[in-house]
């Protein structure tokens, strides 16, 4: 009799079973539509596939969580100080719509984003029903904030949508090193 070890039986079951899971009919409700959690021992984002009535393939992204402005900082492909100039279209980002703004850069501590002007999308959160932003878009702002941002497909987001842009008063210290 051959042997199979417990791994080899659990990962093609549990992949299985999120197979058959994943799939909702509808942004409203149903197995697969629900709100992105987060992800605290992951670096990376995670999503899940599911159907929209009437519509394409969307993405319920599972979020990284990081504990501290410095855990963003390490993470991001460019960090800066800036303010919105106003906002310079829209771009789509797992399925969902982003918001680009033009942003005055003051000072980038991390990364080159080029000079000048930059634009960057506020990353949208999904599966929210159809509401794009729904606590507002963070770069929808005329104060200056620190801009945690990386490259996807050749354009700049902030890194998540409740963790890519933090307030930065003048004279407030800088929250990393």
Not at 4 to 18: A, D, G, N, R
Not at 123 to 132: F, I, L, N, Y
Not at 145 to 160: L, M, N, S
Request: aromatic share 8%; hydrophobic share 30%.
């Amino acid at each position: 009799m051959k042997r199979v070890k417990l791994w080899q039986f659990i990962v093609p079951c549990l992949l299985i079973t999120m197979l058959l899971t994943s799939c909702g009919d509808n942004v409203t409700g149903g197995p697969g539509t629900a709100e992105p959690t987060p992800n605290p021992t992951s670096s990376t984002t995670g999503y899940v596939s599911s159907r929209v009535t009437g519509g394409g393939p969307f993405a319920c992204v599972d979020w990284v969580r990081f504990a501290t402005p410095q855990d963003q900082y390490d993470n991001a492909g460019v960090v800066l100080i800036g303010r919105s100039v106003g906002p310079a279209g829209e771009t789509s980002i797992y399925g969902s719509k982003a918001t680009t703004h033009v942003v005055e850069v003051e000072q980038v501590f991390k990364g080159n984003p080029g000079g000048g002007n930059l634009r960057i999308s506020s990353m949208p959160p999904t599966c929210t029903g159809g509401e794009t932003y729904p606590d507002g878009d963070p770069l929808d702002t005329a104060e200056r904030v620190i801009i945690f941002a990386t490259k996807q497909g050749g354009e700049w987001f902030t890194h998540t949508p409740a963790q890519g842009v933090l307030p930065f008063p003048h004279g407030a210290e800088i929250p990393f090193h």
